[in-house]
Nanobody, 119 residues
Framework: QVQLVESGGGLVQPGGSLRLSCAAS????????MGWYRQAPGKQRELVAS???????NYADSVKGRFTISRDNAKNTVYLQMNSLKPEDKAVYYC?????????????WGQGTQVTVSN
C-alpha cells in the first residue's frame, strides 16, 4: 500500500517562495512517476508539474520558469520548489504517485496541503 504525506504549505506574500515535500511509503517510488496537482476553489484539479522515474520533467505553462519539481529516490520524496509566487497560485496542492504498467495505471494521492499567496 502506498501512502503519500505532503508538507510545506502555508501563507506567503506575492513574490515569495515555498517548498512542498511529499514523502511516500512503499517500495514502488523509484519506478513510479510523481506529480504535483492543485485545485483552487471552484476549479478543476490541474497538473502543475510531473517527473518520471528517469527524471524527465513537465510543467504547466502557468508555472514554467517559477516552479521546479525534483525527486530523491533514496528518501522516497518528491519536492516542488515554488518561487515568484502569485495570488493565482493559491490552491490546495496534491501529491500524486502514478504506477504505470503496460496495461494499467494506478494513482495514489496525498491529503493535500494549502498554499495561500496574499498580502
Amino acid at each position: 500500500q502506498v501512502q503519500l504525506v505532503e508538507s510545506g504549505g502555508g501563507l506567503v506574500q506575492p513574490g515569495g517562495s515555498l517548498r512542498l515535500s511529499c514523502a511516500a511509503s512503499g517500495s514502488i517510488f523509484s519506478i513510479a512517476a510523481m506529480g504535483w496537482y492543485r485545485q483552487a476553489p471552484g476549479k478543476q484539479r490541474e497538473l502543475v508539474a510531473s517527473i518520471t522515474n528517469r527524471g524527465n520533467t513537465n510543467y504547466a505553462d502557468s508555472v514554467k520558469g517559477r516552479f521546479t519539481i525534483s525527486r530523491d529516490n533514496a528518501k522516497n520524496t518528491v519536492y516542488l520548489q515554488m518561487n515568484s509566487l502569485k495570488p493565482e497560485d493559491k490552491a490546495v496542492y496534491y501529491c500524486n504517485l502514478a504506477y504505470i504498467t503496460t496495461t494499467s495505471r494506478y494513482d495514489y494521492w496525498g491529503q493535500g496541503t494549502q498554499v495561500t499567496v496574499s498580502n
